[in-house]
């Protein structure tokens, strides 16, 4: 499995896996709206049969829901499950993990994703 980088501002994204496995759908859009040495904040627009294409994250995240809609998220390990999206729901996911999301609804799927660079068990609190 090959994986490739293709900017900063995203997971590892596995372009060879996304273009044999997940090729006839678009992907959605993303934009970087910060990043440090500490965190990385990506908002995403995934409208209806859009992916994320195959990507592996290699930082804990949080994803805070910013519309409704059904995202169906599909696991290198197999697993699948669909997520039902309701504005200013969270979800905590450990790294690393990889996988592709699919919106499976009828309406644009908006989220904000807080990937973690640092581990707060490193810090020192005074």
Do not use: C
């Not at 090959?2 to 900017?7: F, G, N, T, V, W």
């Not at 859009?50 to 169906?72: A, C």
């Amino acid at each position: 499995m090959q994986q490739l980088k293709i900017d900063k501002d995203m997971s590892t994204k596995l372009l060879k896996k996304t273009s044999v496995e997940a090729s006839e759908r678009n992907i959605g859009n993303y934009t970087l709206l910060h990043e440090d040495n500490k965190t990385r904040i990506t908002h995403w627009v995934i409208k209806p049969n859009q992916q994320t294409g195959w990507h592996i994250h290699e930082f804990d995240y949080v994803t805070i829901q910013q519309s409704y809609g059904k995202l169906y998220l599909e696991h290198a390990d197999g697993t699948e499950r669909t997520l039902n999206y309701e504005p200013g729901v969270t979800r905590s996911v450990s790294a690393p993990i990889e996988h592709n999301a699919i919106n499976i609804g009828d309406v644009d799927i908006i989220v904000l994703e807080i990937e973690y660079k640092t581990s707060n068990e490193s810090m020192e609190l005074n």
